[in-house]
Nanobody
C-alpha cells in the first residue's frame, strides 16, 4: 500500500533548525515528484516546495527561499526537508505528498494524490 510518513517535527526557537523526513513505502520514491506543504492554525494549506523525479526543484515558495532545502536519500526511499533560520510564521503542520507523477503540480495541493499524516512544527520563544 502506498504510504508516506513524516517525522522530525517539534518545538524549536526562532533561528533554529529542523530536519523533516518523508519516508515512502509501497513505491519507489525516486520516480515521483514529492511536495512539501504546511498548514498554520486557522490558515489555508500552502505549498512550501516540490522536487520532481529528476530532482529539479519545480516549486519554491518565496517565504522559504534561502532557508529551506530538499533532498533525497534513495537508499532509504526518503525525502528530507532541511529547515534553517526558522521563524514563528513557519509554525504549522507539515505534510509531504505526491501527485503520483514524475512532475510537480506546483502549490496546487488538490492535485496531490497521496499524503502523509503530517508532523507539527512550532517555532516559538
Amino acid at each position: 500500500q502506498v504510504q508516506l510518513v513524516e517525522s522530525g517535527g517539534g518545538l524549536v526557537q526562532p533561528g533554529g533548525s529542523l530536519r523533516l523526513s518523508c519516508a515512502a513505502s509501497g513505491f519507489t520514491l525516486t520516480s515521483k515528484a514529492i511536495g512539501w506543504f504546511r498548514q498554520a492554525p486557522g490558515k489555508e494549506r500552502e505549498g512550501v516546495l516540490c522536487i520532481a523525479g529528476s530532482d529539479e526543484i519545480e516549486y519554491y515558495a518565496d517565504s522559504v527561499q534561502g532557508r529551506f532545502t530538499i533532498s533525497r536519500d534513495n537508499a532509504k526511499n526518503t525525502v528530507f526537508l532541511q529547515m534553517n533560520s526558522l521563524k514563528p510564521e513557519d509554525t504549522g503542520v507539515y505534510y509531504c505528498a505526491t501527485p503520483w507523477s514524475y512532475y510537480c503540480s506546483g502549490d496546487a495541493f488538490y492535485a496531490y494524490e497521496y499524503w502523509g499524516q503530517g508532523t507539527p512544527v512550532t517555532v516559538s520563544s
